[in-house]
């Protein structure tokens, strides 16, 4: 059991430049959420899913898209990248029903834009 | 302006002594989590309470849900070196956690 798997752990971008950050769980998991940690700012939600083919944003959206195909994977795509998106991205699931349940995180990725 | 404001920002202390964390809000929530986080990781489940004036405990440490649900504390008793990290709280609203800013948290020995 995997848990969840981010990739990359590292990643340095050119403004504009645009990439995907992976996600994957193995937990068989409905819920499916992107957080970013900021120094100072704890964790802010981007993006979060219910389940496969819905999404819906969270906090702070702007500049990123995501899609949920499978039940496993949640990928964040960085559309045209800006320095204020450096950050440290955490990918969470957890089971959904009634409430909000443990959420497990990803290790993380560091992303620099320069 | 953070939705949940944690404090203090930052605590160091020696081993053994006792210490606690403060979670606030003007906002209601349907429950409240604690979570602990070393350096390079992500975020790990402490406790989750639901019910206004709970109290739960974790060996050493002891979390509180305000009767209103709108703050929480997390006491730690003897703190340990190995309690260093980060904690953060988070409020669920709706489909959506809300985290604090952290605390973050240094016993020497």
């Known amino acids: 059991n995997a848990g969840v798997t981010q990739t990359p752990k590292f990643q340095v971008l050119k403004t504009g430049q645009s990439m995907t950050l992976q996600c994957a769980q193995d937990?068989?998991?409905?819920?499916m959420s992107w957080y970013r940690q900021d120094p100072g700012m704890g964790l802010r939600l981007i993006h979060y899913?219910?389940?496969?083919?819905?999404?819906d944003q969270g906090e702070v959206p702007n500049g990123y898209n995501v899609s949920r195909s499978t039940t496993e994977d949640f990928p964040l795509r960085l559309l045209s990248a800006a320095p204020s998106q450096t950050s440290v991205y955490f990918c969470?699931?957890?089971?959904?029903?009634?409430?909000?349940?443990?959420?497990?995180f990803g290790p993380g990725t560091r992303l620099t834009v320069t | 302006t953070q939705l949940l404001e944690q404090s203090p920002q930052f605590l160091s202390i020696q081993e053994g002594e006792n210490l606690t964390v403060y979670c606030n809000s003007s906002?209601?929530?349907?429950?409240l989590q604690w979570y602990r986080q070393e350096p390079g990781e992500g975020p790990v489940l402490l406790v989750t309470?639901?019910?206004?004036?709970e109290v739960k405990k974790l060996k050493r440490l002891t979390f509180q849900f305000g009767d209103a649900r709108k703050d929480s504390s997390l006491h730690i008793t003897a703190a340990q070196p190995g309690d260093t990290g980060l904690y953060l709280c988070?409020?669920?609203?709706?489909?959506?956690?809300?985290f604090g800013a952290g605390t973050i948290l240094r016993v020497k020995s």
């Open positions: 906002s209601v929530f349907s429950s």
């Open positions: 309470v639901v019910t206004g004036g």
């Open positions: 969470a699931s957890s089971y959904a029903g009634q409430g909000i349940y443990e959420q497990y």
């Open positions: 937990m068989n998991h409905e819920y």
């Open positions: 988070a409020g669920e609203r709706g489909n959506k956690l809300v």
């Open positions: 899913s219910v389940g496969a083919g819905i999404t």
